[in-house]
């Protein structure tokens, strides 16, 4: 294929969203810690961060609400319950311990990918791939030996954010006959509003001018539109590289809190942090090795009579 070719400049244009959504999801560090300052309940931001998202997606899943009907109904309510666990818990840890530390035990994320395919969808990683995935577990284990002074329970929520984020990854893969538009609208809003009642019981509604403005910085910005770059760039780029250049956020996501509210990541989370990126890495790797085995594999005859 030519290098100015429609479709390879596409590509190219793909990896450059990717890039970009990158960045704007590594903002969630800081506007959280920005939030959390003005006293605005973990709880709270991130209702509101679903409701926004949710509302801005329902016009654009609207026409395609019969996708639905492909799947038996545990699953997108499943959908649900995993994303809001995913989020709220993210947001949550984020006010409990340095960000460094929450998004780094999100990407923990693909231990529970490893445990819950061969239950959910019949898929059985490779022992290999445990390996790797033993490599995250004791950059794990560094991170909670390291802070022995920080909240632990901050830690604790940290991890159930991955284990929202690596079952909803897998019940994303089972939703795949139902338009994508349709399930980020119907987790974004179906999470604001699975959230409205513990904001009645620990939060609060209420914000002011310059808080709202953080907040509508925090779901359009850092949350809706690096989300529908995501869903168009995955139509020209691969699974496994989207994978490895998102990676990027664990990157920046510290560097943004560090400039933005001068938080300096734990010296624990700069030793298992990098454990875990190399697990992960590990993973992707053998996963993207076996897609191209399988892809170059040569095809087997069709059957005789």
Same mark, same amino acid.
């Given at each position: 294929?030519?290098?100015?070719?429609?479709?390879?400049?596409?590509?190219?244009?793909?990896?450059?969203?990717?890039?970009?959504?990158?960045?704007?999801?590594?903002?969630?560090?800081? $506007?959280?810690?920005?939030?959390?300052?003005?006293?605005?309940?973990?709880?709270?931001?991130?209702?509101?961060?679903?409701?926004?998202?949710?509302?801005?997606?329902?016009?654009?899943?609207?026409?395609?609400?019969?996708?639905?009907?492909?799947?038996?109904?545990?699953?997108?309510?499943?959908?649900?319950?995993?994303?809001?666990?995913?989020?709220?818990?993210?947001?949550?840890?984020?006010?409990?311990?340095?960000?460094?530390?929450?998004?780094?035990?999100?990407?923990?994320?693909?231990?529970?990918?490893?445990?819950?395919?061969?239950?959910?969808?019949?898929?059985?990683?490779?022992?290999?791939?445990?390996?790797?995935? $033993?490599?995250?577990?004791?950059?794990?284990?560094?991170?909670?030996?390291?802070?022995?002074?920080?909240?632990?329970?901050?830690?604790?929520?940290?991890?159930?954010?991955?284990?929202?984020?690596?079952?909803?990854?897998?019940?994303?893969?089972?939703?795949?006959?139902?338009?994508?538009?349709?399930?980020?609208?119907?987790?974004?809003?179906?999470?604001? $509003?699975?959230?409205?009642?513990?904001?009645?019981?620990?939060?609060?509604?209420?914000?002011?001018?310059?808080?709202?403005?953080?907040?509508?910085?925090?779901?359009?910005?850092?949350?809706?539109?690096?989300?529908?770059?995501?869903?168009?760039?995955?139509?020209?780029?691969?699974?496994?590289?989207?994978? $490895?250049?998102?990676?990027?956020?664990?990157?920046?996501?510290?560097?943004?809190?560090?400039?933005?509210?001068?938080?300096?990541?734990?010296?624990?989370?700069?030793?298992?942090?990098?454990?875990?990126?190399?697990?992960?890495?590990?993973?992707?790797?053998?996963?993207?090795?076996?897609?191209?085995?399988?892809?170059?594999?040569?095809?087997?005859?069709?059957?005789?009579?």
């Amino acid at each position: 294929m030519a290098p100015d070719s429609p479709s390879q400049r596409r590509r190219w244009l793909g990896l450059l969203t990717l890039l970009a959504c990158a960045a704007l999801w590594s903002l969630n560090g800081p $506007l959280i810690k920005l939030l959390n300052r003005e006293d605005v309940p973990g709880i709270t931001t991130a209702c509101y961060r679903s409701l926004i998202g949710g509302l801005v997606f329902l016009p654009l899943a609207f026409g395609r609400r019969n996708t639905l009907r492909k799947v038996a109904p545990v699953w997108p309510v499943a959908g649900v319950l995993t994303f809001t666990l995913m989020t709220a818990s993210f947001v949550i840890a984020n006010t409990m311990t340095a960000a460094a530390n929450a998004i780094i035990l999100q990407y923990t994320s693909p231990v529970w990918v490893f445990l819950l395919s061969p239950l959910i969808l019949k898929e059985r990683p490779a022992r290999t791939e445990g390996a790797a995935l $033993l490599v995250c577990m004791a950059g794990v284990g560094v991170i909670f030996a390291g802070n022995p002074d920080t909240n632990p329970a901050g830690l604790l929520v940290a991890l159930a954010s991955g284990f929202g984020y690596g079952t909803l990854t897998v019940l994303l893969r089972r939703l795949r006959p139902v338009s994508p538009a349709v399930v980020a609208a119907l987790n974004a809003f179906g999470s604001g $509003l699975l959230l409205i009642v513990p904001v009645l019981v620990w939060g609060s509604f209420a914000l002011t001018a310059h808080q709202w403005q953080l907040m509508l910085l925090l779901a359009l910005v850092q949350f809706t539109l690096p989300y529908l770059m995501f869903s168009w760039a995955l139509q020209y780029v691969e699974a496994h590289r989207a994978a $490895l250049i998102l990676l990027l956020e664990t990157v920046l996501n510290p560097i943004w809190t560090y400039f933005f509210v001068g938080e300096i990541p734990p010296a624990a989370t700069l030793l298992g942090g990098p454990l875990i990126l190399a697990g992960v890495l590990l993973s992707l790797a053998i996963a993207w090795g076996r897609s191209r085995a399988a892809d170059t594999a040569p095809a087997r005859p069709p059957d005789t009579p």
